[in-house]
């Protein structure tokens, strides 16, 4: 990496690099940002993520992005990587946790809003009163998904 770069252009160059998936040279601008300013949040959670995904160091991602957003915790854009990190270790269910804390923050984020979309976040059941794995609730969601023509060929209308 160049040294003569400061601690802000490492930062955009790693964003740039992450945003065309090209991880391990985001990570190098990340480390790079980090070691001019071992401060900042925003460079630890970032060099956290790369961290996670490129050298699949699960427990020191996790640790980086966790105290970037305690330390931070009205940047949403914190709650993403954090929300990334337990993603792509296969932890759905706490990665959605943080997006939506990410939205709370801020509801019309966009980067938020799109991952819980690719995520295909449930709806609640139709009859809340019951839990969702109960065969009423299950057989009203099928047909609540269906368009109609496919529900009516199968019931025989």
């Known amino acids: 990496m160049d040294t003569r770069f400061s601690a802000d252009e490492h930062f955009r160059r790693g964003r740039a690099a992450l945003d065309c998936n090209n991880h391990s040279v985001a990570l190098e601008h990340f480390r790079a940002a980090r070691r001019v300013d071992p401060n900042n949040p925003r460079y630890r959670s970032y060099y956290g993520l790369c961290l996670g995904i ?4 699960f427990d020191h991602a996790l640790e980086l992005c966790r105290s970037a957003a305690k330390e931070e915790f009205y940047n949403p854009e914190l709650y993403r990587n954090l929300a990334q990190v337990h993603l792509a270790f296969g932890f759905k269910a706490e990665g959605i946790r943080y997006l939506r804390r990410g939205l709370m923050i801020d509801p ?4 938020i809003l799109d991952d819980l979309t690719a995520l295909g976040v ?3 059941p139709l009859l809340s009163f019951l839990p969702r794995r109960h065969l009423v609730n299950r057989w009203l969601g ?3 998904g269906r368009p109609q023509t496919e ?5 025989g209308a």
């Open 151 to 155: 529900v009516r060929e199968r019931c």
């Open 108 to 111: 019309a984020n966009q980067q």
């Open 122 to 124: 449930r709806r609640r």
């Open 142 to 144: 099928m047909f609540r």
């Open 54 to 57: 490129t050298e699949r160091r």
